[in-house]
C-alpha cells in the first residue's frame, strides 16, 4: 500500500490523491507540509531533499514530483484506464502535464496571496502578476480544449488530473476572469467525478 506526505489542500498532493482514488489503489497519507513542518526533518529530507511534498513511497521506491508519481501510479495500474498505450496520444497528454509547471510560479504568487496570506500582509502587485500570468495560461489551456474535450485526448485521463486541482483553485478565488466556456464544461464534466468531489473539491484554504 503507497505511503503518501503531503496536506490534503496541496493541489500537488491532490494529484496523487485523485489518482489513487480513480485506480482504486488504496493508500495512506501523512499530514506533511505548510503548518504540518515535517518536510525539514532529516528523515523527510532524506525521502526529498528539496522539502516539498508530496513524496509517496511504495515498497522500496520512494519518489517525488507529482506528474511523475501520477505516470507511474496510470503505468503501474494500467487496468484503472488512465494510462495511454499509444505512444502519440500520450505524449499528447503528458504535454500538458510538462506545461502545467509553466503556470506554478504565478499561481504560487495568488493563490498563497490570497488564500494564505493575512490582508494586512498581503503584496498586492505581486497577487496582481500572478493572476494576469496565469490568466494568459488559462487562456493556452482554453484553446487546447477546442481540438478534444479533455487534455488527455477522448477520455479522462493523467493530463486532467496534473491540471484539474489548479484549475478549481483558479475558479474558485474571487478575482476577475475572462470567460472560458470550455474550461467551465471541462470543470463541470471533472466535478461529475467521485474521486474528484473527495480529494479535489474539498473547498479553498
Do not use: Q
Not at 1 to 8: D, F, L, N, V
Not at 72 to 85: C, Q, T, V
Not at 91 to 110: G, I, N, Q, Y
Not at 139 to 156: C, D, K, N, Q
Amino acid at each position: 500500500m503507497p505511503e503518501i506526505w503531503g496536506r490534503a489542500n496541496s493541489s500537488n498532493v491532490k494529484k496523487v490523491l485523485w489518482t489513487c482514488e480513480e485506480l482504486g489503489v488504496p493508500y495512506v497519507r501523512h499530514d506533511a507540509g505548510g503548518a504540518f513542518g515535517v518536510v525539514d526533518t532529516a528523515e523527510y529530507r532524506a525521502m526529498n531533499p528539496n522539502g516539498l511534498v508530496p513524496v509517496m513511497r511504495d515498497g522500496d521506491l520512494v519518489l517525488w514530483e507529482s506528474n511523475t508519481i501520477v505516470r507511474r501510479l496510470a503505468a503501474k495500474y494500467p487496468a484503472g484506464g488512465l494510462w495511454i498505450d499509444d505512444v502519440d496520444a500520450r505524449a499528447a497528454a503528458e504535454k500538458w502535464m510538462d506545461w502545467s509547471h509553466s503556470l506554478v510560479p504565478p499561481f504560487r504568487d495568488l493563490a498563497h496571496g490570497l488564500l494564505r496570506t493575512a490582508p494586512e500582509a498581503r503584496d498586492a502587485a505581486a497577487i496582481e502578476r500572478g493572476r494576469a500570468a496565469c490568466a494568459r495560461g488559462w487562456a493556452i489551456a482554453e484553446e487546447g480544449l477546442a481540438a478534444s474535450p479533455w487534455f488527455s485526448g477522448e477520455r479522462f485521463g493523467i493530463a486532467d488530473i496534473c491540471l484539474g486541482p489548479m484549475a478549481y483553485v483558479w475558479f474558485g478565488l474571487p478575482i476577475e476572469r475572462a470567460a472560458s466556456p470550455r474550461l467551465e464544461a471541462w470543470l463541470a464534466r471533472l466535478g461529475e467525478r467521485p474521486a474528484w468531489r473527495k480529494v479535489v473539491a474539498i473547498g479553498l484554504s
